[in-house]
């Protein structure tokens, strides 16, 4: 492992996810916030995004697990920008299968062990497949053409 290779592809892991992040994010705020994000259900297990809070770790917190994900997905890299035409569905499949649906407190957990509604797992998938497909391809655009 060259740890220049891995540190170019960790900074465009943790950019990427960052912005598709705050993307997606934003989307699904200005669609969904009266309704899933804001509905009752829910006003006891999140935070204000715009609380103090939330302000002072949201960019911390999206770089570390943008480093996760750099992790995760380097050993791989050789063989997901082999595969041409699909590399970047195999990234986006991996970000969402393994962190969203099956992770801790993903949403399969969350049905099963919080009090929170299944519909409001359901409901918030919209934003995470979004996030996940800009993510899998920004990522492989800008890794294949990346010069190292």
């Not at 943790?14 to 994010?25: F, P, Q, S």
């Not at 569905?89 to 993903?106: E, F, M």
Request: net charge positive; with cysteine.
């Amino acid at each position: 492992m060259s740890v220049k290779r891995f540190s170019f592809f960790a900074c465009r892991v943790v950019i990427v996810h960052t912005v598709t992040y705050m993307v997606a994010g934003w989307i699904a705020y200005s669609l969904q916030w009266g309704g899933t994000y804001g509905g009752e259900a829910l006003q006891w297990y999140m935070r204000d995004p715009n609380s103090q809070y939330v302000q002072t770790w949201f960019v911390p917190a999206q770089i570390l697990r943008g480093i996760i994900l750099a992790v995760a997905f380097y050993p791989f890299l050789s063989r997901i920008m082999e595969i041409r035409r699909w590399g970047w569905l195999t990234v986006a499949s991996g970000y969402l299968l393994i962190g969203t649906l099956a992770g801790s407190s993903g949403t399969i957990e969350s049905i099963v062990y919080t009090k929170v509604p299944a519909s409001f797992h359901l409901a918030t998938l919209p934003e995470v497949a979004l996030q996940g497909l800009m993510f899998g391809y920004l990522l492989f655009l800008w890794q294949r053409r990346a010069k190292e």
